[in-house]
C-alpha cells in the first residue's frame, strides 16, 4: 500500500474497509503516511481512530506529524481528531514535549488545557519549566491542569512550583495545589498549612497535610477537627492525627494528657469511625485514638479491629499504654465475647497488659492465670492456642501437666505453643516437666512438638527420650529430635547427631549436619568434623552443599581439605557452599585454598571465591581480582572492578587501564571507570 | 516355558554382565550367571515404571541419568531377598544373650555403654530381636544401650523403622517374647521401650569410609549378607567391621559364612553353641595393610 492507496481506501463509506486500511497502513509504512494518519485519527468512526491511535504511537515521530498532532489537539471543530491527537502525544511523552512547549504560548485559549495536559506525561526539567510558568496562568483551567500536571512529574522543582500556588487568589488553585501536594506525600510546613484551616473549601485537604508537618502546634485542630460533624471529616482528621503522633516521641507525648481528656464527642465520632465502613485507614487511626484515650466503651470494637482484620502495632502499643489499669476491662470483655477470634485476642491483651510494666500484683496474677487456665479448657482451638501462647511467659509448675495433654493436640499451634510453655517450665523447674512427662508416649508427630522441651529438661533421661525420637518413622520427629540432641551436646549426642548423616532421609542428613556443625565439645573444638568429612559424598547436590556449610561452622582447619576438594564439585550450588565455608573458617592462604573456585566453570563460584578473598583482606586478593579482570564473564570483571575499587587497590590502576581499554561491556567499563576514580584517590 | 517369561523386554548375556557388573561395583552383591532370568524378570516391572524399553537403555539410565544412583538402589532392592524373621538361628542369639551379653556387660562397667551393630538389617526384624535379648538379660539397665541396623535400601528402612511386622516375621519367636509386642490393625508392633533402643542408617556396607557414622561398637551381627558378596567386597567389608569393633568386640557370622580366605585378624571363639569371631584385645590397628588388595 501507499500513501495514495491510504488516503484513497479513506473516503470509504464502510468503516471496516477504512478501519483495515490503517492496519494495512502498518504493514508497509511509508513516508507520505503522514496526512493520512491525520485524516484517520480524525475520523468519524471510533474503531477507525483506535486504530490510529496504534498506529501513530508506533511511527508518530518517524512520520514527521507530531505539531500536527499538537495542532489537531488545539483545534476545536473535530474532538474525536482532538482526543486521539491528545492520547498519541501522552503516550510519546518526552518526544512530543519540545512541540508541546512551542504552542503553548500561542496555544488557543480552549486549547492550552490539552497542552498542558499533554506535557503532564512528558517529565524532564524544560516541561517542569513550562508547566510552572502554565500554572500561573491567568485562566484557572490552565492552571490547574499544570499543576495536575505538576503533581505527575513530581521531584522537588515540581513541588516547588505547586507549593508557589498555595497562596493563589483563586481559592479552587488553592485547593488543587493542596491536594496535588498530598497525593505527592509533600512536606508542607505548619507555617504554610496554617492560613488555609480557615478557609471552609480547604479545611479537610489541610487537616490531610497536618499529620505530615511534624510540628506540635498542629495538634490543636487536628483534635478540634475531631469534634466536627462528618465522619469522613473525623476520619481524616484521625488519620492525620496518628501520623503526627508517629513522627515524634514529643509529640506522642504532648498529645497523651490531651486524648486521655478527649471530650466525649470526639470519642463518640471516633466510635463512629470504627464502626464504620470507611476505609481501613480510618478505622486503624480511629482505633488507636480510642486506645491512646483508653476509652473503655470502645475497647469491644478495637478488639473486633484486632481479631479480624491485620493486627495494627501503633494500636496494640497503645493498647499496651493502659499497663495493669486494662487488664481488669478486658477480662470483663473476655467474659461476654462469642467470637472464639476475639476471646483469643483480649485474652493475649489481658496476660500482655499485666506484664507490661513489670510483675503484677497476686490479686491481677490470680484473675489472669485463671482467665488463662479456663481458656485452656475453651472448646474452640484458637482459644486454646493463644492460652498455650499466654503461658509462655505465665506457665508455673502447677501447669505442667494440663501443657503435656495439649502438647499432644492435634491442633499444630495448641500443641506447639504448649510445647513452648513447657519449655519454660522447664527452665525454671526441669524435674516438674520430667514428672508431667513420665508415661508420656513420644511416639508420631507429638514427639516432634516435645523434642524441645525433652531437650531442655536436659539430663540423661533426655538423651535416652531422643535417642529414642531419632528411631520414630516420622523423618520430622527425627529432624526434631536433631536439633533437641544439638541442645543438649555432649559425646554421646554427637555419635547420635553423626549416624543420622547416614539417614534415609535427605532433609534429615542436612539437619543433621547443620547441627553438627554447631556442636562443641568441653574444650570448645567440634566434634562433628570428622563425620562431616565422611559425608560429603553424598549423591545429593543439597546435601553436600549444607555439609559444605556446616563444615564452615564447625571452623575447624581439619576442613579445609575436603572443602578444597569440594570446590571443583559439579554442581555450583555445593561449590559456591563451600567457598562460603572456606571464607567462614579463612585459612592462612585462603586464596591458595580457593584456587579451584577461581577456576569454576561457573561464574558465581569465582565470583563467590572473589569476594570471600576481598572480604578476607587476603594478601593475594589483589593480584587475583587483577588475573579476574581478564575472565570472559562481564560480572565477573565488573565485581572485580568494584573489588579492587573497594580495597582501593592502587597498584591496580595500570591493570585497570588497560582492561578499560579493551573492555566492551557497558556495565564492566562503568565498574572499571568508577575502580580508576577510586584508586586514583586513594593514591 | 511359561507365557510369563516371554512378555516384556529380554535381557541379553551382555546386557546381563553390564549389569550384574555394575551392582557388583556399587554394593559388592554378585549375582552368579545362572541369574540371567532372574534378573530379567525381577528388573522388567523397573524398566516398565521408568518406561525403558530394554535392558540396554536400562543400564545407560543407571550409568549417567542423574537419578541412576537411586535406581540402582532400587534394583538392588528389587534383586535381593529381603526376607527376614525375628529370633532367626536361635541357637545363635542364645550364644549371645548368655556368653557374650555378660561379657561385654562385665567390660563395659566403666563406661556403661553397649552399641551393637546388625550390618544389612532389611526390614528390622534382628535389630529388635537383639535389643529384646539385650533387654531381657538385665545386665544393661541405666546404660546407654544402642543397637543400630543399617541396609542399602531405603525402602526397608521404613519398614523397619515402622516395626509392624505380619504373622511370617513371628514364626521362630518364642512364645516367651510376646510380651514385647503390641497388637496394632496392620500387625503387631515393637513395644515402645524397645524401639527407643534401636536407631537405623542407609549405608551402603560398601562404602566402609562412612562406617564412622557408626561409632564405635561391641558387637556386629552380619548374618547372610556376605554370602552375596564377592571375595574382594567381603574383605572390604570385613576390614571395616574391624576398624569399628571395640578390642574384644564380637562378630556374629550366618551359620554357613566364615572368614576363611577372607582375613586371619579375628580370632574364633567357641561358645557353647556357636562360633563367633573376636577382634583380638590386643588388636593392631590396621592388620588388613597388604591383606586386602
Known amino acids: ?683 | 516355558m511359561p507365557l510369563l517369561f516371554d512378555s516384556g523386554p529380554r535381557i541379553k548375556p551382555e546386557e546381563f554382565r553390564l549389569l550384574r557388573d555394575l551392582v557388583n561395583d556399587f554394593c559388592g552383591i554378585r549375582f552368579p550367571d545362572d541369574m540371567q532370568f532372574t534378573m530379567e524378570r525381577k528388573l522388567r516391572e523397573r524398566l516398565q515404571t521408568l518406561e525403558i524399553n530394554d535392558f540396554a537403555e536400562y543400564y545407560h539410565y543407571l550409568r549417567y541419568h542423574p537419578d541412576g544412583r537411586a535406581e540402582i538402589e532400587r534394583a538392588v532392592d528389587v534383586l535381593t531377598t529381603n526376607e527376614t524373621y525375628l529370633f532367626r538361628e536361635e541357637y545363635q542369639l542364645r550364644a549371645f544373650q548368655r556368653e557374650v551379653l555378660p561379657l561385654l556387660h562385665e567390660r563395659g562397667q566403666q563406661q556403661r555403654r553397649l552399641s551393637i551393630w546388625s550390618a544389612g538389617c532389611s526390614t528390622g526384624e534382628e535389630v529388635y530381636t537383639l535389643a529384646i535379648l539385650i533387654r531381657e538379660s538385665h545386665l544393661f539397665e541405666g546404660w546407654d544401650v544402642r543397637v543400630i541396623g543399617n541396609d542399602i535400601s531405603r525402602r526397608v528402612l521404613q519398614v523397619a523403622r515402622r516395626a509392624t511386622y505380619g504373622n511370617s516375621s513371628f514364626r521362630a519367636m518364642p512364645q516367651n517374647y510376646q510380651e514385647y509386642f503390641v497388637e496394632s490393625p496392620e500387625g503387631r508392633t515393637v513395644r515402645a521401650d524397645i524401639r527407643a533402643m534401636c536407631n537405623f542408617a542407609h549405608l551402603n556396607l560398601l562404602d566402609t569410609a562412612r562406617y564412622s557414622v557408626i561409632g564405635a561398637v561391641d558387637a556386629i551381627f552380619c548374618r547372610n549378607v556376605l554370602i552375596y558378596f564377592d571375595t574382594a567386597s567381603r574383605r572390604k567389608v570385613i576390614e571395616g567391621f574391624y576398624e569399628r569393633l571395640y578390642p574384644g568386640g564380637f562378630l556374629f557370622l550366618g551359620h554357613s559364612e566364615s572368614l576363611l580366605n577372607v582375613s586371619t585378624a579375628f580370632e574364633l571363639v567357641h561358645l557353647s553353641s556357636d562360633l563367633v569371631y573376636r577382634k583380638p584385645l590386643a588388636a593392631d590397628p590396621s592388620p588388613f595393610r597388604g591383606e586386602t588388595r
Not at chain 1, 315 to 332: F, H, K, N, Q, Y
Not at chain 1, 462 to 490: F, N, T
Not at chain 1, 634 to 639: A, E, K, N, S, Y
Request: glycine share 8%; proline share 4%.
Open chain 1, 1 to 683: 500500500m501507499n500513501g495514495d492507496q491510504f488516503r484513497k481506501a479513506l473516503q470509504d463509506g464502510d468503516p471496516e474497509v477504512r478501519r483495515r486500511a490503517v492496519v494495512a497502513a502498518g504493514a508497509s509504512l511509508g513516508r507520505d503516511f503522514g496526512p493520512p494518519l491525520m485524516q484517520a485519527l480524525g475520523d468519524a468512526d471510533w474503531r477507525v481512530r483506535k486504530e490510529a491511535v496504534q498506529l501513530a504511537n508506533r511511527c508518530a515521530v518517524e512520520l514527521g506529524i507530531v505539531d500536527d498532532l499538537v495542532l489537531a489537539i488545539c483545534q476545536g471543530d473535530n474532538v474525536g481528531l482532538r482526543n486521539a491527537a491528545l492520547d498519541v502525544l501522552e503516550e510519546l511523552g518526552q518526544a512530543a514535549a519540545p512541540a508541546l512547549i512551542a504552542a503553548l504560548p500561542t496555544a488557543p485559549e480552549h486549547a492550552r488545557k490539552f497542552v498542558v495536559e499533554a506535557l503532564g506525561e512528558s517529565g524532564g526539567e524544560r516541561v517542569v519549566e513550562e508547566l510552572a510558568k502554565a500554572a500561573l496562568s491567568d485562566d484557572a483551567n490552565v492552571a490547574g491542569e499544570a499543576i495536575e500536571a505538576l503533581a505527575r512529574i513530581g521531584g522537588p522543582a515540581a513541588e516547588a512550583a505547586i507549593r508557589g500556588r498555595l497562596t493563589a487568589s483563586d481559592a479552587f488553585l488553592r485547593l488543587a495545589a493542596l491536594d496535588a501536594l498530598n497525593r505527592r506525600d509533600a512536606f508542607i510546613s505548619w507555617e504554610e498549612l496554617k492560613p488555609l484551616l480557615d478557609d471552609r473549601l480547604l479545611r479537610r485537604v489541610a487537616l490531610t497535610a497536618l499529620g505530615r508537618t511534624g510540628h506540635v502546634e498542629a495538634l490543636d485542630p487536628l483534635l478540634e477537627a475531631l469534634e466536627e460533624s462528618t465522619l469522613h471529616t473525623v476520619g481524616v482528621a484521625a488519620s492525620a492525627l496518628t501520623r503526627l503522633l508517629g513522627s515524634s516521641s514529643e509529640i506522642a507525648q504532648a498529645a497523651e494528657a490531651r486524648l486521655s481528656e478527649l471530650s466525649e464527642r470526639a470519642r463518640t465520632w471516633l466510635r463512629a469511625v470504627l464502626a464504620s465502613g470507611q476505609d481501613a485507614d480510618a478505622r486503624r487511626a480511629a482505633a488507636e485514638l480510642l486506645a491512646r484515650a483508653r476509652d473503655v466503651e470502645a475497647l469491644a470494637s478495637i478488639v473486633n479491629q484486632l481479631a479480624h482484620e491485620a493486627p495494627s502495632a501503633p494500636v496494640i502499643e497503645a493498647l499496651r499504654g493502659w499497663g495493669l489499669s486494662g487488664v481488669d476491662p478486658m477480662l470483663t470483655l473476655l467474659s461476654r465475647l462469642d467470637s472464639a477470634e476475639e476471646r483469643a485476642v483480649a485474652l493475649e491483651l489481658a496476660a500482655d497488659l499485666a506484664l507490661v510494666h513489670g510483675t503484677p500484683t497476686e490479686d491481677v496474677r490470680t484473675r489472669v492465670k485463671g482467665a488463662l487456665r479456663r481458656s485452656l479448657l475453651d472448646s474452640e482451638h484458637a482459644v486454646v492456642a493463644a492460652a498455650a501462647r499466654c503461658l509462655v511467659l505465665w506457665a508455673d509448675e502447677e501447669d505442667a501437666d494440663m501443657l503435656v495433654g495439649h502438647a499432644m493436640s492435634a491442633e499444630p499451634a495448641i500443641a506447639r505453643a504448649a510445647a513452648r510453655a513447657l519449655e519454660t517450665i522447664a527452665e525454671r523447674s526441669p524435674d516438674s516437666v520430667e514428672r508431667a512427662l513420665a508415661g508420656t508416649s513420644f511416639d508420631g508427630l507429638q514427639g516432634a512438638v516435645l523434642a524441645p522441651v525433652i531437650a531442655k529438661i536436659g539430663g540423661p533421661h533426655a538423651i535416652d527420650r531422643l535417642q529414642a525420637l531419632m528411631s520414630a518413622d516420622d523423618a520430622e520427629v527425627r529432624r526434631a529430635a536433631l536439633h533437641g540432641l544439638g541442645r543438649v551436646g555432649g559425646e554421646r549426642a554427637a555419635g547420635l547427631v553423626a549416624l543420622a548423616l547416614a539417614d534415609e532421609d535427605n532433609e534429615v542428613q542436612i539437619v543433621a549436619a547443620q547441627v553438627l556443625g554447631r556442636l562443641r565439645d568441653e574444650n570448645g573444638d567440634a566434634p562433628g568434623v570428622s563425620g562431616l568429612v565422611n559425608a560429603v559424598g553424598s549423591e545429593f547436590a543439597h546435601v553436600r552443599a549444607a555439609v559444605a556449610r556446616a563444615l564452615g561452622q564447625t571452623g575447624s582447619l581439619r576442613a579445609v581439605d575436603t572443602l578444597c576438594e569440594m570446590l571443583g564439585d559439579e554442581d555450583s550450588g555445593v561449590a559456591m557452599a563451600a567457598v562460603e565455608a572456606l571464607g567462614q573458617i579463612s585459612p592462612g592462604e585462603l586464596a591458595q585454598s580457593l584456587k579451584g573456585a577461581l577456576h569454576h566453570h561457573d561464574p558465581e563460584v569465582v565470583k563467590a571465591a572473589l569476594r570471600a578473598l576481598a572480604n578476607g583482606h587476603d594478601p593475594a586478593a589483589p593480584s587475583e581480582l587483577i588475573q579476574a579482570l581478564s575472565h570472559p564473564a562481564w560480572d565477573v570483571r565488573q565485581l572485580s572492578a568494584e573489588l579492587l575499587a573497594s580495597l582501593c587497590v592502587v597498584e591496580a590502576e595500570p591493570a585497570l587501564r588497560a582492561a578499560l581499554a579493551r573492555e566492551t561491556d557497558d556495565l564492566a567499563r562503568e565498574a572499571l571507570e568508577h575502580a580508576l576514580t577510586a584508586v586514583a584517590g586513594g593514591a
